[in-house]
Every structure is written in structure tokens, then in C-alpha cells.
């Protein structure tokens, strides 16, 4: 599975740099290799890209969740929530 990704991430990288879903991918990536810090900072780069990405909000509240940082977890999720 992080193979995959890690091919889908890199292909994104190479082909659309400045695309928000593509920092999600690699987000996802790190998330997967348990390197939550790392993710979180590639899910803000995505909402620099676009504040009402949903799923960069949504992703990085479950970041925060693994990192126990409820605070800044409820608020993701809490943007999420107001953008949907």
C-alpha cells in the first residue's frame, strides 16, 4: 500500500506540484508511514493552495488525533464542518 502511494505520490510531484490534492497525496503518504508532523505539514500546504479544501481539513483533524493534539484536531474538523 505505501509502495502505491508512494509511486502515485511521486507522479503527482513530478506532473501537478502546485495542485492542492497533490499535497494531500503526499500527506497521505506520511500519514501512512506514521510520520504525522510530516503529514500535517504537506495538509496545510494544500489549504495555502486552498483554504476550503475539505479533505485537507478533514485529514489533517485526523492527524492531529494521532499526534493527541484534541485542541488543534476539533478546530480542523470544526472548518471542515463549516465548509461543508
Not at 44 to 72: C, D, I
Request: aromatic share 12%.
Amino acid at each position: 500500500q505505501k509502495t502505491q502511494l508512494s509511486f502515485v505520490a511521486h507522479n503527482a510531484l513530478k506532473n501537478e506540484k502546485y495542485r492542492p490534492e497533490t499535497c494531500c497525496i503526499i500527506g497521505n503518504y506520511y500519514s501512512l508511514k506514521s510520520q504525522h508532523e510530516k503529514a500535517v505539514l504537506y495538509f496545510k500546504r494544500a489549504l495555502q493552495l486552498n483554504h476550503a479544501y475539505l479533505s485537507a481539513w478533514t485529514l489533517m483533524g485526523h492527524e492531529f488525533v494521532e499526534m493527541r493534539n484534541t485542541a488543534a484536531a476539533i478546530e480542523a474538523y470544526r472548518r471542515a464542518l463549516d465548509i461543508n
